[in-house]
């Protein structure tokens, strides 16, 4: 599988009460990067991965995904491209009630013809990839259980196995380990890390931590108060470069 190339150009996004949570931001990612977002909380770095698959619609500039025009789709044809990307949440986003298997089999429902989406008939094949994407994260043993009764480690593992069933060639991943202890940041990224390497996967991935960017991107980009203010290398963010997107009092805090 070839990871998708993904393009920015101008970005910008003003919100109706004035705020400009993205402003001028331009910059591309190669098929395959895993390219770590970072930033203080409201520098802009969810909005952004939101205007990448226009879950948010930008207010100007432009977002190409493998030289298509993410900003100029119609609808039918947004919803295809969107096939191609998984989305990896915060919060986990789950139908908390229903069963892990059935919140993985909702990330096919794209590829299913409207009936059966509408009523949630997932045929025989697509339940066998959904139990394959659970034991490659670990928890097929969990496949009956109720969303609700997992930890939040686990959760954000049915997450990942949801993406997985769109087949993307793009994963946006938006603070994936923000409410999860160091331990559980670690294996969570570590699954995303091994999809990057062994299928070559793109991942655009908001982080809060620097430590947890200099272990795990390949390139690391940085906001502040919606501009774009470092691109590079992980290990090229020294502690000048640290004050001047986290700010002079921020003290730097590893994750073992």
Known sequence: MKGAAVRVEHLVKVFPDGTRALDDVSFAVRPGEFLIVIGLSGSGKSTLLRCINRLIEPTSGKVYIDDVDVTALPPDAL???????????????????????????AGRLGYLPPSQALLNYFPRDEVARALANLERVGIAEKARTRADQLSGGQQQRVGIARALMQEPRLILADEPVASLDPATSHSILKYVEELNRTEGITVICSLHFLSLARRYGTRVIALKQGRLVFEGLPHEIDERRFREIYGEEAVEVEIA
């Open 79 to 105: 919803r295809r491209l969107r096939r191609q990307i998984g989305m990896i949440f915060q919060q986990f986003n789950l139908v908390k009630r229903s069963s892990v298997l059935t919140n993985v089999l």
